[in-house]
C-alpha cells in the first residue's frame, strides 16, 4: 500500500446549464492536477450541470447531454490522475444526483446521493430519486468514501463508508451560503469524522446563482476533528492536499488555513458576489440604478462598484420638489467618491404631464397615496427606459424590512433585474455601510475609504414623496420592526411571542397584517441575494390569497 495519497480540490464555480464550460473548467483541473502528480482530483456535487438546476435537470436532453459530457471528460482524461465529479445519472426511470468516479478513459464508478435536502432552497426529493447505501470506491490500492453533500450531514452513509473498509471520507458538495453557515458544516464534519475515526475532506463550490451564492471554504478534518487546511470562501481557487498513511491509518497533512472574515465581511462578500455571477452568467456587463440620496441606494451603488467596477455603473438622481438639497449634495458625493457615472433626470415635468392626464378623472378627490406612487413609478419608468436604450440591468434597492412589509411600489421602487440587499434588513444596512467605509479588500472592485458619506448613514430615512416624509411615520422606528420581523419572519413566531418579547401587542398585529398582504408584491420582485435561512422566496413561500391572521 502507498504511504502517500494527493488530492487535487477543484473549489471552482460552474454554470447552470453550460455543460460545455463546466466540462472544460473540470479538465483544466484535471491537467493541474496531472502536473502536481495528484492521486485523484475532485470537483463539487453536480458540477458538469451546474447547481441547483432546479427543474431543467428533468428535461431529458439536458441531463442525457450531461451525462455524456462525463464520458466524454473521462475518455480525455484517461492517463492521469482519477477525475471524480457531480452530475445526473438515470438507471431505469429514476434520476439520481451522482458523483462519476472517473478513470482509465472511463466511468468507473458511480456515487448515488442517498439522503436527499428537502428543506429552505433544496427540493431534491421531488427532482431525484435516493441511491441506495454503497460502499467505498477503490483508486488504485486506496479505498476512498463519497458521501456527496446531505449524506454527510447525517450519520448513516459515514458509518456504512466506514464499516466497509473507507480509509477517509471525501465529501462533495453544493451548499449555499447563509450567516453562520460555516459554523453548523464544521460541527457536522466533525460529527462524522469521530462517529468513524476517519479524516473528512469537504469540498464545497464557489459561486452565485440566481439568489444562492456558494461560498467555498473547503477544509479538512482529521480524527477527533482538528482542522488540518482551509481553502478561502468565495474565491475559486485550487489545492493540492496531502494525506500520509501511518500506524494509526491516514491522515492529512497540514496546510494553509484561510482566514474567512467575520459575519459582516462574509455578508458583504456574498452580495458582491452574487451580482458579480448574476451579470455575468445573465450577460450583462453594466447595471444602473436610481440613486436617491438615500442609504440603500448608496450601498447598492458601492456593491455593484464592488462587483463590477465604477466604470460599468451608472447612477441616476430623479428629484422632484420634494428632493431635499441634503439628498442632492449626498447622491453626487457617493457617485463621485465610488467614481460611477452619475445622471441627473428630474421628473417634475412627466409627473406634471401625468396629473394633468389624470386630472378630469380625479375630479373632486383629495390626493393621497396615489400620487406618492405616480412619482415611483415614473422614476422605475424613466429607469427602465434608460436600461432598455443602454443595455444596462436595472438594480432595485429595497431592503429586507422594506420588502417584508411592502413599504415600496410595485411598478416603481420595485423595478429591476436583481435586488442585492433583499435579505439585509435596515438596521443591518447601516451597520454594512459602517463596516464597508472602515474595510476594503482586493476583490472590491471600488475605492477604497469612506464612499458612503456620514450623513447618509445618520440622517432619519425618508422616502421623499411629500413634504418632510420620515419612514417613521409610516412604520415604527426600524429597530423595532426589525426585531418584530425576525420574529415573525425568520423564526415564525405568534404575536403573544411578540408581546412576551416586551413589543407591544398593537404594533405586532400590524406588522403582521402587512406582512401578509405584501405577499403580491414580493411574488413579483426581483430575486436577491440569500443571506439568511429565511429569504425571501424559496426559504418562504406563502400563499398570496391568505385569510390567516394570528388572532392569539
Not at 405568534?494 to 405586532?508: F, L
Amino acid at each position: 500500500m502507498a504511504d502517500r495519497f494527493r488530492i487535487s480540490l477543484a473549489q471552482y464555480n460552474p454554470t447552470v446549464g453550460d455543460i460545455e464550460g463546466n466540462a472544460f473548467k473540470a479538465f483544466e483541473a484535471w491537467t493541474i492536477a496531472r502536473e502536481a502528480e495528484a492521486d485523484l482530483v475532485i470537483l463539487p456535487e453536480m458540477f458538469i450541470t451546474g447547481y441547483q438546476t432546479q427543474d431543467l435537470i428533468e428535461k431529458p436532453v439536458f441531463h442525457q447531454a450531461a451525462m455524456a459530457a462525463i464520458e466524454a471528460l473521462a475518455a480525455r482524461c484517461a492517463e492521469g490522475p482519477a477525475l471524480a465529479l457531480g452530475g445526473p445519472w438515470v438507471e431505469g426511470a429514476a434520476l439520481y444526483n451522482a458523483y462519476h468516479i472517473c478513470k482509465g478513459g472511463k466511468v468507473v464508478q458511480r456515487v448515488l446521493k442517498h439522503d436527499l435536502p428537502n428543506d429552505h432552497v433544496f427540493d431534491e426529493v421531488r427532482l431525484y430519486a435516493s441511491g441506495p447505501l454503497g460502499g467505498p470506491v477503490a483508486i488504485g490500492n486506496t479505498r476512498v468514501g463519497f458521501p456527496v453533500c446531505e449524506d454527510s450531514w447525517h450519520p448513516e452513509v459515514a458509518e456504512t463508508l466506514a464499516e466497509t473498509g473507507a480509509e477517509f471520507l471525501v465529501v462533495p458538495n453544493g451548499s449555499p451560503y447563509h450567516r453562520g453557515k460555516m459554523d453548523v458544516r464544521f460541527n457536522h464534519m466533525v460529527a462524522r469524522t469521530v462517529e468513524t475515526g476517519l479524516p473528512v475532506i469537504y469540498l464545497n463550490m464557489v459561486g452565485g446563482q440566481d439568489d444562492q451564492v456558494f461560498d467555498g471554504g473547503s477544509f479538512g478534518l482529521n480524527p477527533g476533528g482538528k482542522l488540518a487546511f482551509q481553502m478561502p470562501m468565495f474565491d475559486a481557487c485550487m489545492a493540492h492536499v496531502d494525506l500520509v498513511h501511518g500506524p494509526e491509518g491516514w491522515r492529512i497533512e497540514e496546510g494553509e488555513k484561510a482566514s474567512l472574515g467575520d459575519e459582516w465581511e462574509q455578508d458583504y462578500r456574498a452580495m458582491v458576489q452574487s451580482l458579480r455571477d448574476y451579470c455575468g452568467k445573465t450577460g450583462f456587463k453594466k447595471v444602473l440604478l436610481g440613486m436617491s440620496g438615500g442609504i440603500d441606494s448608496a450601498l447598492v451603488a458601492t456593491i455593484a462598484a464592488d462587483a463590477l467596477g465604477p466604470d460599468n455603473v451608472r447612477c441616476v438622481m430623479l428629484p422632484s420638489e420634494y428632493t431635499s438639497e441634503h439628498s442632492l449634495e449626498d447622491a453626487e458625493a457617493c457617485a463621485k467618491a465610488l467614481g460611477v457615472h452619475y445622471d441627473y433626470l428630474p421628473i417634475t415635468g412627466p409627473r406634471d404631464a401625468v396629473s394633468a392626464a389624470l386630472a378630469p378623472l380625479f375630479a373632486g378627490r383629495a390626493a393621497d397615496l396615489t400620487e406618492e406612487n405616480v412619482q415611483s413609478r415614473l422614476r422605475g419608468l424613466l429607469l427602465m427606459a434608460l436600461s432598455n436604450k443602454f443595455g444596462e440591468m436595472l438594480l432595485t434597492t429595497g431592503n429586507k424590512s422594506e420588502v417584508a412589509v411592502g413599504y415600496c411600489t410595485i411598478y416603481g421602487d420595485m423595478n429591476g433585474g436583481y435586488n442585492p440587499i433583499k435579505d439585509l434588513y435596515k438596521t443591518r444596512v447601516f451597520e454594512t455601510c459602517r463596516w464597508r467605509n472602515a474595510n476594503h479588500r482586493p476583490w472590491m472592485k471600488a475605492p477604497a475609504g469612506e464612499v458612503i458619506p456620514e450623513r447618509i448613514i445618520t440622517k432619519p430615512p425618508s422616502a421623499e414623496l411629500r413634504p418632510d416624509q420620515k419612514d417613521s411615520d409610516s412604520l415604527p422606528d426600524y429597530p423595532v420592526l426589525d426585531a418584530l420581523l425576525e420574529l415573525l419572519v425568520d423564526r415564525e413566531a405568534s404575536v403573544a411571542d411578540c408581546v412576551a418579547a416586551g413589543y407591544a401587542e398593537a404594533d405586532a398585529r400590524r406588522v403582521q397584517h402587512l406582512i401578509y398582504i405584501s405577499e403580491y408584491k414580493r411574488f413579483q420582485s426581483a430575486p436577491g441575494t440569500r443571506l439568511t435561512e429565511r429569504a425571501f422566496w424559496l426559504d418562504r413561500r406563502y400563499p398570496i390569497a391568505n385569510r390567516w391572521r394570528d388572532q392569539g
